[in-house]
């Protein structure tokens, strides 16, 4: 599977971005999908998982109550909509797929990824 991120750019802090992840060459409702993202100078983090029929849900601590996770598998896309952004919340953002259906927070158990879209919140 191929997936693509946008969405990402300057925003201002306490607003808001949705960022996309659209997903080709095979249907996304057989992966556990995740978000991950890496501030400069810093390695890559976990943000958010979700379950292959969207079901389940689980956040990091940092953007907990903040960002949603959501995915439609009719459209082939995952999206993350960031809310209350903070300076600290800029980074790059990367969607990943995971065939085994683990539901892991570890970016090993992610097999495809996207090429990232930066998010930087500033004012």
């Known amino acids: 599977v191929q997936l693509q991120a946008s969405g990402g750019g300057l925003v201002q802090p306490g607003g808001s971005l949705r960022l996309s992840c659209a997903a080709s060459?095979?249907?996304?409702?057989?992966?556990?999908m995740g978000w991950f993202r890496q501030a400069p100078g810093k390695e890559r983090e976990f943000v958010s998982v979700?379950?292959?029929?969207?079901?389940?849900?689980y956040y990091a601590e940092s953007v907990r109550g903040r960002f949603t996770i959501s995915r439609d598998n009719a459209k082939n896309t995952l999206y993350l909509q960031m809310n209350s952004l903070k300076p600290e919340d800029t980074a790059v953002y990367y969607c990943?797929?995971?065939?085994?259906?683990?539901?892991?927070?570890?970016?090993?158990?992610?097999?495809?990824w996207g090429q990232g879209t930066l998010v930087t919140v500033s004012s």
């Open positions: 990943a797929a995971d065939p085994s259906g683990i539901y892991s927070i570890y970016e090993t158990n992610y097999d495809y």
């Open positions: 060459g095979r249907t996304i409702s057989n992966y556990v």
């Open positions: 979700i379950s292959r029929s969207g079901g389940s849900t």
